[in-house]
């Protein structure tokens, strides 16, 4: 009979015993502490708020959130700003194809398709670059990207030349420009 009284009280401490358990097997600490591969990223300070992207951003643009934001914590960028090239490039569609050839999210040339007949210098122009198929990835596509917009900062010194570099060969500062007064607008 005593048996019967203690079975209620037994499960409810086994429950509580699991409850405590998981939730400190589970805790981010635990789980960073334990694989180095994952980043711990800090929460949203002055010195690292331009990392996060800002709310203001449209829905197609949101549902790439995730993968900007690691893209601009990978290559210290201001996430705004990458947001900022997909919009403009491709309202958020990760299936744009330009008239010109270029691909995806943040509207790259590929080396092949219709990018491939650009010639320059008696080669082909994009060579080096991604195919359509990889870049038609949104993750593979974004950090791609990202990764261009910060090469090109670090050989001009200065968004408004590196932007002029990365749009269109015939727009020139108008494209610079108009991705900046994005990102002012959005942030």
């Not at 079975?7 to 334990?34: D, K, N």
């Not at 711990?40 to 690292?48: C, D, G, K, L, R």
């Not at 197609?60 to 210290?76: A, C, M």
């Not at 943040?106 to 080669?123: L, T």
Request: glycine share 6%; charged share 15%; aromatic share 12%.
């Amino acid at each position: 009979m005593r048996a019967k009284n203690l079975i209620i009280p037994g499960i409810i401490i086994s429950i509580l015993f699991l409850f405590f358990f998981t939730r400190l097997i589970s805790s981010p600490q635990v789980v960073w502490a334990s694989n180095a591969d994952y980043p711990v990223i800090s929460p949203p300070t002055a010195e690292n708020s331009n990392l996060r992207l800002s709310l203001e951003f449209p829905n197609s643009i949101q549902k790439w959130k995730d993968i900007i934001e690691q893209n601009s914590i990978k290559y210290n960028l201001d996430a705004n700003l990458i947001a900022s090239v997909i919009f403009q490039e491709s309202g958020g569609n990760p299936f744009a194809y330009s008239s010109s050839g270029a691909v995806g999210l943040m509207q790259i040339m590929p080396r092949d398709g219709v990018a491939a007949g650009f010639i320059c210098n008696g080669i082909p122009c994009f060579q080096s670059r991604p195919s359509i198929q990889e870049l038609n990835d949104p993750q593979f596509n974004i950090e791609y990207g990202a990764k261009m917009l910060k090469d090109l900062f670090n050989n001009y010194g200065n968004w408004h030349e590196a932007l002029r570099i990365y749009g269109p060969m015939d727009v020139g500062y108008d494209y610079a420009d108009l991705v900046l007064q994005i990102q002012k607008r959005y942030q």
